[in-house]
């Protein structure tokens, strides 16, 4: 079955860590870049970050660059979103999702992870 | 704050024709043919559309439609079905090598 699975998500404090996999199964995930979405209680999506195919190219957006760090093991199929300094603002549920033709068409997304940062 | 703009509500009754318009600059959807539409509906995973301004993946309807002028990208949704009540999120990448999403649709199947 093709599908993406969230893990890893919960309530933390500000200022603290957190770290969200995505297992991907079905299909070739080494042949596809990977992306993280997220979207803060009762509003629109957020682009938060993208990794090539192999790991080798990775892209945040403004508001999480230089606290998230996005990797992938190509060999368990798994992707990984480290979340540190985390602040009440990073409160979304994290959408994992596969990049279908490079051109950030997300055409197949995990079910989410809640995360809740509040002290 | 999205630098893509769509109007915050459609609405429609079921039969009729809409478009739902994403603007941007000509350095996100003016400037590259790598805009998305997604559907969500409430408490579901966003699914994907259109792609590449008007390409469908496969099993998406053809009564879903892309098209894009300029820095302005469209979404339009023929024969309109109370199934098609959702929000909808126009995607661009950008001048930045970063992607963005509009701030989403609210259409009503009166």
């Known amino acids: 079955q093709v599908q993406l699975v969230n893990s890893g998500g919960g309530v933390v404090q500000p200022g603290t860590s957190l770290r969200l996999s995505c297992a991907a199964s079905?299909?070739?995930?080494?042949?596809?870049?990977m992306h993280w979405v997220r979207q803060a209680p009762g509003k629109g999506l957020e682009w938060v970050a993208v990794?090539?195919?192999?790991?080798?190219?990775?892209l945040y957006a403004d508001s999480v660059t230089g606290r998230f760090t996005l990797s992938r093991d190509n060999s368990k199929n798994t992707l990984y979103l480290r979340m540190d300094s985390l602040r009440p603002e990073d409160t979304a549920v994290y959408y994992c999702?596969?990049?279908?033709?490079?051109?950030?068409?997300?055409?197949?997304w995990g079910q989410g992870s809640l995360v809740t940062v509040t002290s | 704050q999205s630098v893509l703009t769509q109007p915050a509500s459609v609405s429609a009754s079921p039969g009729q024709s809409i478009t739902i318009s994403c603007t941007g600059t000509d350095s996100d959807i003016g400037g590259y043919n790598y805009v998305s539409w997604y559907q969500q509906d409430p408490g579901k995973a966003p699914k994907l559309i259109i792609y590449n301004v008007s390409d469908r993946p496969s099993g998406v309807s053809n009564r879903f439609s892309g098209s894009k002028s300029g820095a302005t990208a469209s979404l339009t949704i023929s024969g309109l079905q109370a199934e098609d009540e959702a929000d909808y999120y126009c995607?661009?990448?950008?001048?930045?090598?970063?992607?963005?999403f509009g701030p989403g649709t609210k259409v009503t199947v009166l």
């Open positions: 999702a596969r990049d279908l033709s490079g051109g950030g068409a997300h055409d197949l």
């Open positions: 995607s661009s990448y950008t001048s930045s090598y970063i992607y963005v």
């Open positions: 079905g299909f070739a995930f080494n042949n596809y870049p």
């Open positions: 990794i090539s195919y192999d790991g080798n190219l990775k």
